[in-house]
């Protein structure tokens, strides 16, 4: 998509400013809530903390900038810090995103557009799952810095979702394929087993439960 400097001026300036309101009022420990499209290109395993992020998007840039701020005030200034790397949320009253534009779509027009052929994966995250990963995070004794994935247990093709939404909203509806020049994730899911190990977090929700919830 076109430049977007809004992005830039919330993840990254955002975080600048916000980050030296914490040194200035001694703030005893920071969670930022990243996404896991800051891992950005594909490669063919689920993605673990120490993989070498290199985002594609501008999106996934501007937050991979922003924990790089998180990273050197927490490593300067001795604050705590945690980096949560979400996989695409959604639930209910959301009004962005891939499932929120699926759903829309459907119930609008009784067809959905996807890039390419549809069989690229992705990992969902339910919002209430969500909460419990940042909850966990805040109660989690912390001396430096850490990342951690918050992700939902499994990797669903877009074919796959909308097929789970279809099945909720019974609805009868056209694929349309698009062809898409550029660049993008085939594969983009995050393993939460280091969250599981230290956090204690474990999601509980899965896409098939989501969805039934989102749509209700």
């Known amino acids: 998509g076109a430049f977007s400097k809004d992005i830039y001026l919330l993840?990254?300036?955002?975080?600048?400013?916000?980050?030296?309101?914490?040194?200035?009022?001694?703030?005893?420990?920071?969670?930022?809530?990243?996404?896991?499209?800051?891992?950005?290109?594909?490669?063919?395993?689920?993605?673990?903390?120490?993989?070498?992020?290199?985002?594609?998007?501008?999106y996934g840039?501007?937050?991979?900038?922003?924990?790089?701020?998180?990273?050197f005030y927490s490593d300067?200034?001795?604050?705590?810090?945690?980096?949560?790397?979400?996989?695409?949320?959604?639930?209910?009253?959301q009004k962005a995103g891939v499932v929120f534009d699926f759903i829309s779509s459907i119930l609008k027009n009784h067809?959905?557009?996807?890039?390419?052929d549809g069989k690229q994966c992705r990992g969902f995250l339910y919002v209430e799952d969500a909460v419990e990963g940042i909850i966990k995070s805040i109660n989690y004794n912390l001396k430096g810095f850490e990342i951690f994935n918050i992700s939902g247990g499994k990797a669903y093709s877009l074919l796959g979702?909308?097929?789970?939404?279809?099945?909720?909203?019974?609805?009868?509806?056209?694929?349309?394929?698009?062809?898409?020049d550029k660049p993008y994730i085939e594969y983009m899911y995050?393993?939460?087993?280091?969250?599981?190990r230290l956090l204690g977090y474990e999601p509980?929700?899965?896409?098939?439960?989501?969805?039934?919830?989102?749509?209700?």
């Open 11 to 58: 993840n990254v300036l955002g975080s600048a400013s916000f980050l030296e309101a914490c040194k200035e009022s001694g703030i005893k420990k920071i969670i930022f809530i990243s996404s896991e499209s800051v891992y950005g290109e594909y490669h063919s395993g689920s993605y673990i903390e120490s993989c070498e992020p290199k985002p594609i998007t501008e």
């Open 61 to 71: 840039l501007s937050k991979f900038l922003a924990e790089k701020l998180y990273k």
């Open 76 to 93: 300067r200034y001795n604050i705590p810090t945690i980096i949560l790397r979400l996989s695409n949320t959604y639930g209910p009253g």
């Open 111 to 116: 067809s959905v557009t996807v890039h390419n």
């Open 161 to 180: 979702l909308i097929s789970i939404i279809r099945q909720n909203l019974g609805e009868q509806l056209q694929i349309k394929f698009v062809k898409y």
């Open 190 to 196: 995050s393993s939460h087993k280091k969250a599981s």
């Open 204 to 216: 509980k929700v899965n896409l098939e439960d989501g969805i039934a919830k989102t749509i209700d």
